[in-house]
């Protein structure tokens, strides 16, 4: 069963940088489009960003110009870089599959203060 592990979340000043990583355990990145979500607290969880096997990119208007999100296929691994980091972007942060079928990971959690 495939697992995701998501890391590099933390608590950070407005206006600086996170760069988020997810690690599957299995094969899956090759052959899926992969997407980055995040839930804050009482909310909806959201998608944030998304990346196709080939490379295409999406993102929410809420983070279009500040996040990129980025894959390694070799690695199996997809990278969330975050600049500019508002307050509203507090919340709890995952990966998976786009449209999601895989079982969530623990998410990493980010802060930021104002």
């Known amino acids: 069963q495939v697992q995701l592990l998501e890391s590099g979340g933390g608590l950070v000043q407005a206006g600086g940088s996170l760069r988020l990583s997810c690690a599957a355990s299995?094969?899956?990145?090759?052959?899926?489009?992969m997407g980055w979500y995040r839930q804050a607290p009482g909310k909806q969880r959201e998608l944030v960003a998304t990346?196709?096997?080939?490379?295409?990119?999406n993102y929410a208007d809420s983070v279009k110009g500040r996040f990129t999100i980025s894959r390694d296929n070799a690695k199996n691994t997809v990278k969330l870089q975050m600049n500019s980091l508002k307050p509203e972007d507090t919340a709890l942060y995952y990966c998976?599959?786009?449209?999601?079928?895989?079982?969530w990971g623990q998410g990493t959690q980010v802060t930021v203060s104002s």
């Open positions: 299995g094969r899956i990145f090759s052959i899926n489009t």
């Open positions: 990346i196709t096997s080939d490379g295409r990119t």
């Open positions: 998976n599959t786009f449209p999601y079928w895989l079982n």
